[in-house]
């Protein structure tokens, strides 16, 4: 039987301490969880190895007693699994120096057994029948040595990928995502940027023994838009204008996420000019009424498919100004 370094196990150093444990453990547990490595056996493997470390370490007598056998625990001279917890006398009729058997649901109360999954070196020494107690017969469930002793554990927080439309995140948006089989509704507050993260509070995996519930992370991320690019809470847009319209000037609308506006295009605009269309970029996230601009740049266009007395236009302009 192979001894289990449960401490290498999470990355930790033998006097780490119950938080370092449990820091440990979650982020562990995030990356190996069998939901996010679907078919992937060693990552099974993996995730059981670091809930059987984290069953003992978090577990200040299972702990205790991990430590007390360390690696020489297969030494003829080495602690046995059958060492009294507590001490010989510790109540009921059993007397110093004498033990039992404890029953299979006594084990399961005093050890969290029930988990599955548990390596043969843990079995033996926290969850097999055979342990050595000094409580005598009688000493059921309700009045075992170590029931109540387990640490309250956090459940495992969860993390989901939002995908959302620009559009969307200019005017809000509404979804409805699935968590253990219940439907949540959320809505997204307008201007809501690339990247960020919702945490919903408790939605995450079961807490343990009275251990708190785990969140749920949503990372939102927004999606390109064909005309729009968003820097920020501004947004830039190209405009693509004919010459000729450049050099004599026009109006033009121009089409923004929240509605049309007219912008003034002066005679003789050149090639890359940038127009600033003050409040009509994204609406600044958790601040009502505020809007970042929009950038309008000119990319001019050379006519096409001219006809003959165009091109002939044209070119008695170009000898004029020649």
Known sequence: ???KDYYKSLGLEKAAGPDAVKKAYRKLAAKFHPDKNPGNKAAE???????????VLSDPEKRQRYDELGSNWSNPGGPS?????GGG?????????RSRTFTQEEMNDLFGGGNGGFSDFFETFFGGAGMGGGGGPGRGKQGGAFAGARPPRPGDDYQADVEIGLEEAYHGAKKIIEIDGKKLRLQFKPGIADGKVIKLAGKG????????DGNFFLKIHVMPHADFERRGDDLYLSLPLQAHDAVVGKSEEIHTLGGGVKLRIPPETDNGKVFRLKGQGMPVYDSAGTHGDLYVTVSLALPKGLKPEEVEFFRKMAEARR
């Open 1 to 3: 039987m192979e001894f």
């Open 45 to 55: 493997d993996r995730f059981k190895e670091i809930n059987e470390a984290n069953e």
């Open 81 to 85: 699994n059958s060492r009294q917890y």
């Open 89 to 97: 006398n510790r109540g009921g009729a059993g007397g110093a120096g």
């Open 205 to 212: 995996g079961k807490g343990m023994n009275g251990g708190p």
